[in-house]
């Protein structure tokens, strides 16, 4: 069975300051990875993912992530926050189940940018 | 502008009343998923459709809740009889499946802020 984890439920950081939120998973078949964010009183949107080839992906508003097969880690960068990128992510993780792609959620980390 | 539409946006009720929240997916897309978020709890896999048929309700409490597609464009998610402890948002997503190891891709509907007093 898989399984998603993101350590830290809460991260402040300073504004142009750079952020890592952490996510481990653990899956004994192939996964899919993926990033979600999520504003307040709003559905999740897809950040960015990883299905194959390069280990690092990239969104369009600065975010990158970096697939680590050997650590089962997939942990989100910005290399300089903003005030509007404060919101919560989701790690998940899709794999095959049953012949249905199944889907897990992390429980989010929420990010507070400080002006 | 494709994008999963949910009714109600907010829906206060109370305990021992039925509650009925409706979910349209994106057009084309043949998977359809119910989430539950709460504070405590934090986002819960409730049900998951693909082709109209139920793969996954193992996280759906089934003596008060069902969970049924109708048709290809509407999803519904029934709570009978609701009470407190089911106040919460609720999400529904779809996505599209081209293959059994197709990856799941998820575009989420704005929620359901259900309050059942």
């Known amino acids: ?115 | 502008d494709a994008r999963v539409t949910q009714t109600p946006r907010h829906k206060v009720t109370e305990m021992g009343q039925e509650v009925t929240m409706r979910c349209q997916p994106i057009l084309g897309h043949n998977t359809v998923f119910w989430y539950r978020q709460t504070m405590m709890q934090g986002l819960e896999l409730l049900a998951y459709f693909r082709n109209r048929a139920p793969l996954d309700d193992s996280g759906m409490p089934k003596d008060r809740f069902s969970a049924e597609m109708p048709d290809a464009t509407l999803a519904t998610l029934k709570i009978q009889p609701s009470e407190p402890r089911d106040s919460a948002v609720y999400f529904c997503a779809s996505g599209l499946a081209i293959a059994l190891v197709s990856y799941n891709e998820q575009f989420f509907g704005p929620g359901t802020r259900l309050t059942v007093l």
């Open chain 1, 1 to 115: 069975a898989q399984s998603v984890t993101q350590l830290d439920s809460q991260v402040p950081v300073f504004e142009e300051a750079p952020v890592e939120l952490r996510c481990n998973y653990s899956s004994s078949v192939s996964v899919y990875l993926f990033w979600y964010v999520q504003y307040p009183n709003q559905g999740l949107q897809l950040l960015l993912k990883y299905l194959s080839g390069s280990t690092l992906v990239e969104s369009i508003n600065g975010f990158e992530a970096e697939f680590n097969k050997s650590q089962t880690s997939f942990h989100l960068r910005k290399p300089s926050v903003h005030i509007s990128d404060t919101a919560e992510y989701f790690c998940a993780v899709s794999e095959d189940s049953g012949g249905y792609q199944k889907v897990t959620f992390g429980t989010g980390t929420k990010l507070q940018v400080i002006p």
